[in-house]
């Protein structure tokens, strides 16, 4: 994966929120820019020693605290986000709106968080993402059809990995992993070109 960046979050997060929107029937919307969370300067260690110290939002600690605190021996920088965080209002995009009024869901309802070590322009990153009360089977399926929105069509398996049974996809290009995995109303998703790192931080998630 190339160099993870707090941006690159909020966009997977928009996206997959107007694929949500699209599987309830609703026309494939266009993406409109979102603000994205701008890393404000911090007395805190840097990630993994490497990157410009900076704090990230710590909206949904909850969530956050299932993403591993350690990968490959190296610290984990976490942060998470509120839906009213990453999505400037409802009304902004009329589709993600039809959804969660389709099944009695609100901004309030979501919620995701994030972690990722970094060396280099390389790195591994974990995704937590929730809409209370919805099945993570429709969260996976959103974020399967969310992930051939920019015309890279990715190919899924189902695959066990660290215990746990995830539908994983590779990027040829950058040989970077994509492993999904669902359980309650929750939807993890796991970046890295590292096997091993890929089967700490399921073995990790609940």
């Known amino acids: 994966m190339n160099r993870f960046r707090t941006s690159a979050v909020a966009g997977l997060l928009t996206v997959m929120l107007a694929a949500c929107a699209s599987n309830s029937g609703a026309a494939t919307p266009t993406p409109s820019p979102t603000p994205t969370p701008v890393p ?34 190296v610290k984990v920088t976490k942060g998470s986000m509120k839906g009213s965080d990453f999505v400037n209002s409802s009304s902004s995009n ?7 009024d389709s099944i009695g869901k609100s901004l309030n309802d979501v919620s995701a968080a994030f972690g990722f070590v970094a060396s280099g322009s390389s790195g ?11 099945d993570n089977a429709k969260l996976v399926d959103a974020f399967k059809s969310s992930s051939n929105i920019s015309g890279t069509t990715m190919t899924w398996t189902s695959a066990n990995v660290g215990g746990k049974n ?23 998703l796991v970046e890295t070109n590292d096997t091993k790192i890929a089967q700490e931080a399921l073995q990790h998630l609940p």
């Open 40 to 73: 404000t300067p911090s007395t805190g260690a840097s990630a993994s020693g490497l990157l410009p110290s900076f704090s990230l939002p710590s909206n949904a600690k909850e969530l956050e605290a299932l993403i591993p605190d350690t990968l490959g021996g």
């Open 94 to 100: 009329p589709e993600l709106k039809t959804f969660l």
């Open 124 to 134: 591994s990153a974990v995704l937590a993402f929730r809409v209370q009360g919805v």
């Open 166 to 188: 995830v539908q994983e996809a590779k990027d040829p290009d950058t040989q970077t992993s994509t492993y999904v995995y669902g359980t309650a109303d929750l939807l993890f």
